[in-house]
């Protein structure tokens, strides 16, 4: 089935200094990668809609100077959360759906990225 | 607006039978998802329906009525390891997931 590796699983970084995230479609390509952030029980919140070759596509209310997200090749996408504060303190997920399965196979997630930021 | 509504937290019993509902307002509908995420863990993918019915993954069996806006998820013979939460997903008409607040199910032995 389709895999995605997200790293790193888990970082503490210093208030005001930036984080890189990265997420990795391993057996297919994706042009299209998802980028949610999940606080402390609550849902999944949709952050943007990362696309291959041109720029993310911002849900309201989400910064897009702040939260910045490349995705260069077909599987690769990194989201990039600059000047971090505490309040940026959330676990990360990546997800994207191998196009060539039906949408019945659903979307595969990363594992996650657990960002404190002290 | 899109509004995707499951109850926030079930308890159930080891080997008992617990049904999570989830009802939905979406513009468009590309089917509908069932996601189980443990604490501190990505979610993973259990079931999609798109037609009205029910579909049996062993233990686990997904209903959808859409012309009631409705969905059940039923565990069957509930283990421990079940303990997690589940989330209700919509695919919209521009094929976007509309995510429910997910429900915590607690079972105990």
């Known amino acids: 089935g389709a895999v995605v590796s997200q790293h790193p699983s888990w970082v503490i970084c210093k208030s005001g200094t930036s984080v890189k995230i990265e997420c990795r479609s391993l057996?297919?390509?994706?042009?299209?990668m998802f980028w949610y952030r999940q606080f402390p029980k609550q849902s999944l919140m949709l952050m943007a809609t990362?696309?291959?070759?041109?720029?993310?596509?911002?849900e309201q209310g989400v910064e897009k100077d702040k939260f910045l997200i490349n995705h260069a090749s077909l599987t690769l996408s990194t989201l990039t959360v600059t000047s971090a504060h505490p309040e940026d303190s959330s676990f990360y997920i990546c997800?994207?759906?191998?196009?060539?399965?039906?949408?019945?196979?659903?979307?595969?997630f990363g594992s996650g990225t657990r960002l404190t930021v002290v | 607006g899109q509004n995707i509504d499951q109850p926030t937290e079930m308890t159930a019993t080891e080997g008992a039978i617990v049904q999570i509902n989830c009802t939905y307002q979406?513009?468009?509908?590309?089917?509908l998802f069932w996601y189980q995420q443990h604490a501190g863990e990505a979610p993973t993918f259990l079931s999609y329906?798109?037609l009205d019915g029910l579909e049996e993954k062993g233990r686990f069996s997904s209903f959808l009525s859409r012309s009631k806006g409705y969905s059940y998820l039923l565990l069957k013979e509930l283990q421990m390891k079940d303990s997690a939460s589940y989330l209700c997903?919509?695919?919209?008409?521009?094929?976007?997931?509309?995510w429910g607040a997910g429900t915590k199910l607690i079972i105990k032995p």
């Open positions: 997800s994207a759906r191998d196009p060539g399965q039906g949408v019945s196979e659903g979307y595969t």
């Open positions: 057996d297919f390509q994706a042009t299209t």
């Open positions: 990362s696309n291959e070759g041109s720029k993310a596509t911002y």
């Open positions: 979406t513009s468009g509908f590309n089917g």
């Open positions: 329906n798109v």
């Open positions: 997903a919509v695919m919209d008409s521009n094929y976007q997931l509309i």
